[in-house]
């Protein structure tokens, strides 16, 4: 028997609670709350016990990696003697564990009957009894193997290459919404929803997720990457608190450390990201909508006091459905900065909208927007400014300062430069609605396909019993396809958010290209999965207990925030062919050989027989193809729509009139661009994957993915000679294979997505 002389028999006997409460790095609100009720009357635990006990249920201090050790090391050493335990209960555990200690038997308080009583209470509240426990405690979960023998790979396995390496985090967040704190329920009256998703942001900040995406100097985490992936597995529950979330933490928060300096950081870093300083992100104005070159709002320097004035000229200059607009007590304002009579462009600059006691400060007009189709949780508001005067210290002035004797400067020379520069600022917030749109495609996805499998309808011999409606060719084409996109958009999004946590100064400019044409295309592609998902399910889908209702009109809004998606794919052509450009004039004669080369190579692919008429299975299936496929595409709009431009522009027709007379050719080429460059990262992170069994699952989604991109655009494909119609048959043909083929996996796919059953909360997805 090992004895373990450091902790009291009272520690030991509520070890094993706290090591499953810590397992996966999180205590929910929940816990934290019944553990403190318990424990303090508990009277089998001396003080010192209780002292020790509750410093480890504060969220933001969890136990360190030693102490940590400690238990699992006093746990592991009792195994052996534990798997003689008639009830492996956690209660049954921890009274056996306790037995070790050499000051159990003179403990009085162990002898008292309702010590195992007391601990089988607190044992079921927090839901972690019955017979795994000790395979809990021990990290050996039960993996259904039944389960997974019926798929070609391991679901949990693929997870953890979904996961990556933002496991961890990911994982804490997971459990927070499995929490009856975070549960998602409809609630009629707005004010009372709004204030419930205050409630949940303010327990976000306690558990520290607010302070992710900041630096530690001014009391961040330095965990940029993270901040994202909480935004996007918050995005699987209640989107009113991923929104609110986002534009806290994200928005203002990342305008106050993006665009501001030193100054700024010490002062409103900390406590924004505590929850104490709520904010709000007020650039969209009613009247100007994406032009955000085009505000009318006007920030004024007064030299004589050295303040700024802030003033929205007319009632359709107000800043337009601003979230937390009703909640904060300060805006982060974007305006027109104007010093010594002249404009230097939009500038931000923090203004107290009300004081501590919520009152709205002078010169501040604030309106409700009322009633929405989702997202009722989130306080969308207007905001009108009468000559309201701030510091000049409240110009967030990183790009843009005002020196001692009042004049301008900025160490971007460039006044267009400077503002894409701080147009950064909603890079983040782009990338992230992407990630949450994907997870809400999942969780849609994951409804359809779970009844999918258990409803039954129709059989043509009446005597046998009815088929399940995931055999049928047709439901399988309405959702595998859709589910082999959300793959293919989860890598592509994972991949970019690493690269933005990464990035410096330079690579933004490529990285906004990318999250323009991402989150448009991700967003887009939500929209239409949780609508087909919910005729997919009939009747039950159109019940709000199935949460079709709520997802559908929470996430619609995510394909005209963070930028309307017309208007991004625009953003995305112009990089394209801005980049374009720039390469003729960094690479002179080379950039023009290998402009006419392509050209050449362009010319003899839609004359060559073997690409156009080719209808094996094997070259169907071949990356090379899909690569040379995509890429075709793509380079053809970039040289005709770049031809065009050019004839107008010869003929003196001005930028713009040329801009809208290949509007339409533009929106294609970024289409055509963005496919690409999904098709790029989903293929970089299967040559990653070391797991045989899910690198070929993950090929097989990529077919699927590849070529539901080309019969989407087979009237392209077909009008520009790159196939033949035999060869878009086979295609349609090759698709309802892999339909039926990835029909046996399907279940583990979305299981793989590790959406805990208590989020998904739909009865029609869920097991009696």
Not at 11 to 30: A, Q
Not at 188 to 207: I, M, P, S
Not at 462 to 478: A, L
Not at 497 to 508: G, L
């Amino acid at each position: 028997m090992t004895k373990n002389p450091d902790f009291s028999p009272g520690v030991l006997s509520m070890l094993p609670l706290f090591y499953v409460g810590w397992s996966d790095s999180v205590l929910s609100p929940s816990e934290i709350k019944l553990i403190h009720k318990k424990l303090s009357a508990f009277d089998f635990l001396t003080d010192a016990d209780k002292d020790y006990l509750i410093q480890y249920t504060d969220p933001k201090n969890p136990p360190s990696k030693e102490t940590f050790k400690s238990w699992v090391t006093t746990l592991k050493e009792n195994a052996n003697r534990l798997n003689n335990v008639e009830k492996k209960s956690l209660a049954d555990i921890g009274l056996e564990i306790a037995k070790s200690s050499t000051s159990y038997k003179n403990n009085e308080l162990f002898n008292l009957p309702r010590t195992k009583d007391a601990l089988y209470e607190i044992e079921s509240a927090l839901g972690v009894n019955g017979n795994g426990s000790l395979n809990l405690l021990l990290g050996k979960l039960d993996n259904k193997q039944s389960d997974l023998e019926s798929f070609s790979f391991d679901p949990k396995s693929l997870q953890n290459t979904l996961d990556g390496d933002q496991a961890e985090v990911i994982n804490r967040v997971r459990k927070l919404i499995r929490d009856p704190f975070f549960k998602f329920e409809h609630i009629a009256d707005k004010e009372q929803y709004r204030q419930t998703t205050l409630a949940q942001l303010k327990e976000l900040a306690k558990q520290g997720f607010g302070a992710y995406a900041f630096p530690s100097e001014f009391g961040g985490l330095d965990k940029i990457r993270e901040s994202i992936s909480v935004f996007e597995t918050l995005a699987y529950n209640d989107n009113s608190l991923t929104i609110k979330y986002g534009v806290q933490f994200g928005l203002f928060g990342g305008a106050v450390y993006g665009l501001g300096t030193k100054r700024h950081h010490e002062l409103y870093i900390d406590p924004l990201t505590k929850g104490e300083l709520l904010g709000c992100f007020a650039m969209t104005e009613t009247g100007h909508g994406s032009n955000v070159k085009g505000l009318q709002s006007t920030a004024h320097y007064n030299h004589e006091n050295k303040t700024i004035t802030i003033n929205t000229p007319t009632h359709e200059d107000g800043k337009e459905y601003i979230g937390n607009a009703l909640h904060s007590q300060m805006a982060a304002v974007f305006a027109q900065l104007i010093v010594n009579g002249e404009n230097h462009g939009v500038h931000c600059i923090l203004v107290p909208i009300r004081d501590k006691d919520n009152n709205l400060l002078e010169g501040v007009k604030a309106e409700d927007n009322g009633y929405k189709m989702g997202l009722n949780g989130v306080d969308n508001g207007r905001l009108w400014f009468d000559n309201v005067e701030v510091p000049l210290k409240n110009l967030l002035n990183k790009y843009g300062d005002i020196s001692d004797d009042g004049e301008y400067m900025s160490p971007i020379e460039n006044p267009n430069k400077r503002f894409f520069t701080m147009l950064g600022a909603l890079v983040a917030g782009r990338v992230s609605v992407g990630l949450a749109g994907v997870s809400c495609s999942k969780t849609a996805l994951a409804i359809a396909i779970k009844y999918g499998l258990k409803r039954k309808q129709f059989n043509g011999n009446s005597k046998e019993e009815e088929v399940t409606i995931m055999d049928y060719p047709s439901h399988q084409h309405r959702l595998i396809p859709l589910l082999s996109k959300t793959y293919a958009y989860h890598f592509a999004l994972r991949a970019l958010a690493d690269r933005y946590a990464q990035a410096d100064e330079k690579d933004m400019r490529k990285i906004e290209t990318d999250a323009a044409g991402l989150k448009a295309m991700a967003t887009w592609h939500n929209t239409r999965t949780i609508q087909e998902c919910r005729e997919a399910c009939g009747g039950k889908g159109y019940l709000a207990e199935n949460r079709f209702t709520n997802l559908k009109s929470d996430s619609d809004i995510f394909t005209t925030f963070e930028g309307d998606n017309t208007v991004l794919m625009q953003l995305v052509a112009k990089g394209v062919l801005t980049e374009f450009k720039q390469s003729f004039h960094n690479e002179g004669a080379m950039a023009i050989l290998r402009f006419l080369g392509d050209k050449m190579s362009n010319t003899i692919a839609e004359f060559n027989p073997v690409t156009t008429r080719n209808t094996s299975f094997d070259h169907l299936t071949d990356r090379a193809f899909h690569r040379e496929a995509f890429r075709y595409r793509y380079r053809k709009l970039l040289l005709t729509l770049s031809g065009r431009m050019n004839d107008y522009l010869k003929k003196r027709i001005t930028p713009f009139d040329a801009f809208l007379k290949c509007q339409m050719h533009m929106l294609e080429l970024a289409k055509a661009y963005t496919d690409r460059y999904v098709l790029y990262e989903f293929r970089q992170a299967i040559e990653k994957c070391n797991d045989e069994k899910n690198s070929k699952i993950l090929n097989k989604i990529c077919d699927l993915y590849c070529l539901t991109v080309i019969n989407e655009n087979k009237a392209w494909f077909l009008e520009n000679d790159y196939m033949e119609g035999s060869k878009t048959k086979a295609i349609r043909r090759v698709i309802s294979k892999l339909c039926q083929e990835l029909r046996v996996d399907v279940l583990g796919l979305v299981e793989a997505w590790g959406i805990p059953n208590e989020v998904i909360a739909a009865p029609i997805a869920l097991d009696d």
